[in-house]
C-alpha cells in the first residue's frame, strides 16, 4: 500500500468541498448595506469576500423600497441570502427573519410562513425564482 488515504475518506473529502464551497461563495456580498443607504448612493455597491464590487440595480431598489414601510428600508440588509446547505439538495434555507418579513410584504412568502429554529426552508427553485425576479438584491450561498 502507499500510504494514502483513500478518495472516499470523509475528512479528505470534506476538506476538499469546503475549499470549493469557499471559491463558489467569493461573489458572496461580505457586507451587507441598509435598504436606504443604496437607495442613497448613485451607484449601489458592495464588496464580495473576494474583494470585487456588486453593483445593485437602482430599479430594483427603487421597486422593493415603494412596497416596504421607511422603518423597514432603515433595517433591512442587501442582498437578501439563502443558504444552501450540502446535507439538504433540493432546499435552502432564510435565517433573517427581517428578509422573511420583507419577502411576505412584496407578496413572495405567505403571512403564513414562520421560521422554526431560526430558519425559513423552502425549495431551491423558489429561492431561485426569487433571485431572477430581484436581480442582484438576492444571493444563494453555500454551507
Request: hydrophobic share 40%; with cysteine.
Amino acid at each position: 500500500m502507499s500510504g494514502r488515504h483513500p478518495i472516499s475518506d470523509d475528512s479528505i473529502l470534506m476538506r476538499w468541498m469546503r475549499v470549493e464551497i469557499g471559491k463558489i461563495n467569493e461573489g458572496i456580498v461580505s457586507e451587507r448595506k441598509i435598504l436606504a443607504r443604496l437607495l442613497e448612493e448613485d451607484r449601489p455597491t458592495a464588496r464580495t469576500k473576494a474583494g470585487n464590487e456588486h453593483v445593485f440595480d437602482k430599479s430594483v431598489l427603487k421597486e422593493i423600497s415603494a412596497k416596504l414601510p421607511a422603518d423597514m428600508q432603515g433595517k433591512l440588509r442587501l442582498p437578501l441570502i439563502f443558504f444552501s446547505d450540502t446535507q439538504v439538495p433540493d432546499s435552502c434555507y432564510l435565517n433573517d427573519p427581517l428578509a422573511l418579513e420583507a419577502l411576505q410584504r412584496l407578496g413572495e412568502f405567505s403571512q403564513m410562513r414562520r421560521m422554526h429554529q431560526g430558519k425559513l426552508w423552502v425549495a431551491r427553485s423558489i429561492a431561485y425564482a426569487i433571485m431572477k425576479k430581484y436581480p442582484g438584491v438576492v444571493q444563494i450561498a453555500m454551507r
